[in-house]
């Protein structure tokens, strides 16, 4: 995986647009048959999951599809363009993390962290590309409004059902690292990750023992082993966290005016003053005298 960053968004937002959603004018049938838009992006994408994003370049695309660079550009401006494409691509069905079957919001949201993590896994050049800032085409806006229908009975607020999506990712995109860079170490030290380790033992052996480090040295022997599902867990306390907020919510939702808690500054029951001393109720649209029942809507 390559050091460097790109970004999404950097080119003509306008033109990126008119690609993502087919408003734009379509270009003129070109001398090499079958080249389309659809397939300079997929062809991308293929180079970018095979060596990387820094070998994506127009020239490189052009030589993949057996055509000139200059045929490209009646097609996409720019890499910049083409890279947007490519985000929007690889969230179409066959790779959305929307993808779930049926469930409660809980097993949604599950579905989706490791649908996420299997996309990142499978385009590892995702981690790439610093989309703060995406250009949102129908593939993106077909996997929010999946996820949205599917956690909305959560019963939180707007904002708030966004942040749980954006938890949810955060923590994917932490653990794809991890997990990226980890092959990609093995890969290139030519050690794998048990000789990485065993390579460490005999220092480590005598560290344990040196007393200097009491608790470490009580762990037991599987504390760092490679059998713990560390993704699972994390997962499954992000949604524990979740599913006390909304128990959390609906509770409040449901309680009667008699449970809710007085305001701090409001008057003891006994200091109270008698109803015949209270002024009118009043409720949108309608007032009722004190002491008597509200009246009724006419029929």
Do not use: C
């Not at 409004?145 to 059902?161: C, Q, S, W, Y």
């Not at 005598?206 to 009580?218: D, Q």
């Not at 867990?233 to 524990?240: A, E, H, K, P, V």
């Not at 109270?272 to 649209?285: D, I, K, L, S």
């Amino acid at each position: 995986m390559a050091s460097g960053t790109e970004t999404s968004g950097g080119g003509d937002i306008g033109r990126t647009l008119e690609l993502l959603w087919d408003t734009g004018r379509r270009p003129s049938r070109g001398p090499r048959p079958g080249l389309t838009l659809d397939r300079i992006v997929e062809t991308a994408v293929e180079v970018a999951d095979r060596e990387g994003l820094g070998a994506v370049s127009m020239r490189r695309i052009a030589t993949e599809l057996g055509t000139g660079t200059m045929s490209l550009y009646r097609y996409v401006p720019g890499k910049a363009e083409l890279l947007d494409l490519m985000l929007d691509r690889v969230q179409r069905p066959s790779d959305d993390p929307a993808g779930f079957g049926d469930g409660d919001w809980r097993a949604a949201l599950h579905a989706l962290g490791h649908a996420t993590l299997a996309l990142y896994r499978r385009h590892t050049w995702l981690l790439e590309v610093n989309q703060s800032r995406p250009i949102l085409g129908p593939a993106a806006l077909d996997s929010m409004e999946k996820v949205l229908a599917r956690i909305r009975p959560m019963g939180l607020t707007d904002p708030e059902l966004v942040s749980v999506i954006v938890m949810i990712d955060g923590y994917v995109v932490g653990a794809a690292r991890t997990q990226v860079y980890e092959r990609e170490a093995e890969r290139s030290s030519g050690l794998t990750d048990a000789e990485f380790w065993r390579a460490q033992e005999p220092v480590l052996v005598k560290a344990m023992t040196s007393g200097r480090y009491p608790v470490l040295a009580s762990l037991s022997e599987d504390a760092f082993g490679g059998g713990f599902d560390h993704f699972e867990f994390g997962l499954q306390r992000i949604l524990d966290g979740l599913e006390t907020l909304v128990a959390s919510r609906r509770a409040t939702d449901h309680r009667t005016p008699a449970d809710a808690p007085a305001p701090a500054d409001a008057p003891a029951a006994a200091d109270a003053p008698a109803p015949a001393e209270r002024g009118p109720v009043t409720r949108p649209g309608r007032s009722a005298a004190p002491g008597s029942a509200a009246p009724e809507d006419p029929a």
